[in-house]
């Protein structure tokens, strides 16, 4: 009757399978062909040797729905050990983002909006970065956008932070052991490439969705692969000629990180530091569908209740988010590229 | 300085082996077994970079190592420092073989006995020329008003006075080598090693670095190991000369002597496209003095003039001899045709395999 009879007829696996064919809850495709009238009659001509019709042919088979069943399964069995290690060891991000939250919203504007326009101009140096920044906040400030505005801020500090906290060693650790870095790149791509909203499933179950800090490991590991990358790469890249002066006269591999690697690094370990701001700011409209506040609130609602100007102006004010942390970087990025040009 | 060769050699190189790639242990019973080169690179795969090196480095000499692109020059001065680990062999600075120090014995032999200048300067762009010149001293974390003082005082002395709060990539490129000088310097190590430290200059600076670097010797007297591919400046250079061809040493000695008796065709190549007369010395040359002067000389001229100032002198006269003086005392006597001859490589070759044996 199925296609695949004759592969467990001809093997002898028939009485594996038992006899009774299969019942349990019929699948989604069968539901859908009887609904069609077709009663499955009509077979495809070769079908693929898929678990599903593999299952036709044999119960002992499982069926793919049930194979998912079993990684949901085995991730809740899992789930609670791996509480009990994660839920400590990650409950600090929550502080932070707590406290920064707290910071940011508490503090008046009279006062951080000066001291952020100072810090702008202090890693910056640049006039008219400080002038656009001035002038997106108090745009922000005119709109009433400033208070989600900063809670936005607060949330792409906290995480960038972490980030190059950690991203950075382990760029280095990367640059000194090439079967780190062969076991890192493959990690790194999955990272980067897995759909955000894949990170957030696993997330959820794991932590509460009230906690700040579900939103901020979504972020971090997100946003955290660049600086890594770059810092490894910004090391190898040293020129050799150098390190191999280090070398000659006796520096100790101490001496040699922090006076010739890391310093000869920085550019790209900056660029690397630009691209996780960028990519923090743009995970946070997704992590606004777990609890994270700020803009991307504001833009889930232009969705979710078709309100178009409050999701466009909502968006813009991302945007002009994005153009500021990533012109004041680059500026902060051009002012040491000028002192390490050597060519 | 004691210049008899007799004394110990500062760097003493014995039997040094260096063979690239994945299993060059053993590949050594091959070597010691007569494969060649060419042979080991195309049944065993590896690259013999140095085969049977026995060098004698003197204190207060500058000992050039020349040789072509590939002749395995800059192999043989990182051996020196262990910045490339040597496959087989002995290197003895101070009768202490560096082969055998541990992690922390070759660090302080860096720090302390070695310094070393290279072909492309090799300065931290982020730092200064005086924090570039300091390096040394700050590595051995000595007093920062020491490094200071050590590095302006090596600076000024290089000529580059006033420029101690540039950047290296504002400098030309010979002042980059001065400060790499002037860092080798500050380190005030006995050795200081040159990888073709001139190499990538113009040729006007690089004389000008060749006579800093003669002058800073007459001073200082250390001992240099000088790598270069310009037989020029090794015959300008070299207190001890020595001729490195596919890894091996094919000549080595005074270059004078290297340069009137070349070896094989090799070196014989290679010096004849150079303008003897002003290389070559009238100690050289000339003919040791017997019993009493000659009666018929035309004037006294000094055992260190270069021919080109004798022939200068002579008015270009052939028939013209001289007597040879050296600390005001006579030792020989010099005839223009020997000096003639002297001139013509493959004559002057000959001449002397004659009058050797």
């Known amino acids: 009757m199925a296609f695949y009879d004759w592969v467990f007829d001809s093997t002898g696996l028939r009485s594996w399978c038992g006899e ?13 062909a009887k609904a069609r009238g077709e009663g499955g009659g009509e077979r495809e001509l070769f079908p693929f040797p898929s678990l599903d019709n593999l299952h036709e042919a044999c119960a002992e088979i499982p069926r793919t729905r049930e194979m998912t ?31 920064a939250l707290y910071i940011f919203t508490t503090v008046p504007w009279f006062v951080l909006v000066p001291l952020l326009v100072f810090i702008v101009w202090f890693v910056s140096r640049s006039f008219a970065v400080t002038v656009f920044v001035t002038a997106t906040f108090l745009l922000l400030g005119a709109i009433d956008h400033l208070e989600v505005a900063m809670q936005t801020l607060s949330i792409i500090f906290v995480c960038t932070g972490l980030s190059v906290l950690f991203g950075v060693p382990i760029g280095i650790a990367m640059s000194k052991s090439n079967a780190l870095q062969r076991f890192m790149i493959p990690v790194l791509d999955l990272l980067q490439t897995l759909p955000s909203f894949v990170y957030l499933i696993p997330l959820i179950f794991l932590f509460s969705i009230t906690e700040p800090k579900l939103y901020g490991i979504a ?20 020129d050799q000629d150098v390190i191999e002066a280090a070398n000659a006269f006796g520096m100790n591999g101490r001496q040699k990180l922090f006076g010739v690697e890391i310093p000869l690094a920085l550019p790209n370990i900056m660029a690397g530091v630009n691209q996780t701001i960028m990519m923090s ?18 833009v889930l609602r232009g969705i979710r209740n ?38 | 300085m004691n210049n008899s060769h007799d004394s110990m050699p500062k760097i003493r190189i014995r039997g040094l082996y260096k063979v690239f790639g994945s299993q060059s242990e053993n590949m050594l019973p091959h070597i010691y077994n007569g494969v060649g080169k060419a042979e080991l690179l195309s049944e065993h795969n590896h690259v013999l970079g140095l085969q049977d090196i026995n060098v004698d480095m003197q204190v207060g000499e500058i000992t050039v190592v020349m040789g072509l692109s590939g002749s395995g020059k800059s192999t043989l001065i990182r051996h020196l420092n262990r910045l490339i680990e040597p496959t087989a062999g002995e290197i003895l600075v101070d009768g202490e073989d560096v082969m055998k120090l541990s992690k922390d014995g070759l660090r302080q032999l860096r720090m302390l006995k070695m310094s070393m200048v290279f072909q492309k300067f090799a300065l931290l762009p982020h730092r200064t020329v005086l924090q570039n010149t300091a390096l040394p001293l700050k590595v051995r974390a000595e007093d920062e008003e020491l490094q200071k003082t050590e590095a302006c005082r090596w600076l000024a002395r290089v000529g580059l006075e006033g420029f101690e709060d540039n950047y290296p990539h504002q400098l030309s490129g010979g002042m980059q080598q001065r400060v ?30 060749q006579d800093l670097l ?7 007297k250390k001992t240099i190991v000088f790598i270069t591919h310009d037989l020029d400046e090794a015959l300008k250079l070299a207190d001890h000369l020595v001729i490195l061809k596919d890894g091996e040493v094919v000549q080595q000695g005074e270059p004078q002597n290297i340069l009137l008796n070349p070896a094989d065709p090799y070196i014989e190549d290679f010096v004849s496209d150079i303008n003897r007369a002003r290389v070559l010395k009238v100690r050289s040359i000339m003919t040791p003095l017997e019993g009493t002067l000659p009666a018929d000389a035309h004037g006294h001229i000094q055992a260190d003039d270069t021919l080109e100032s004798v022939i200068a002198h002579s008015d270009g006269d052939t028939a013209h001899s001289y007597i040879v003086m050296k600390d005001d ?29």
């Open chain 1, 20 to 32: 009774n064919t299969q019942d349990g809850p019929a699948t989604m495709a069968e539901l859908l």
């Open chain 1, 69 to 99: 069943a079993g990684v949901e399964n085995a991730f809740l069995s899992a789930k609670d050990a791996m509480q009990y290690v994660l839920d400590p060891l990650t409950q600090p991000l929550s502080w932070f983002l707590e406290g």
């Open chain 1, 219 to 238: 972020i971090i590991l997100y946003a955290i692969v660049p600086v890594i990358r770059l810092t490894d790469l910004g090391i190898r890249l040293v």
């Open chain 1, 281 to 298: 700011l743009s995970m946070v409209v997704i992590a606004s569908l777990v609890s994270a506040p700020g803009l991307g609130v504001l």
């Open chain 1, 306 to 343: 078709l309100e178009l100007g409050v999701g466009l102006v909502a968006g813009l004010g991302i945007v002009l988010l994005a153009i500021m942390l990533d012109r004041t970087s680059k500026a902060a990025l051009a002012r040491i590229n000028v002192t390490h040009d050597s060519h």
């Open chain 2, 180 to 209: 790499g000088i002037a860092r080798a310097l500050t380190s005030n190590s006995d050795i200081m090693l040159m990888d073709e430290a001139f190499s990538a200059l113009d040729p006007l600076i690089r004389t000008d670095m």
């Open chain 2, 214 to 220: 003669l002058e800073l010797q007459l001073e200082l």
């Open chain 2, 329 to 357: 005392k006579p030792i020989g006597t010099l005839n223009m045709t020997d000096l003639v001859k002297a001139l013509v490589p493959r004559i002057a070759s000959k001449e002397r395999e004659t009058s050797v044996i």
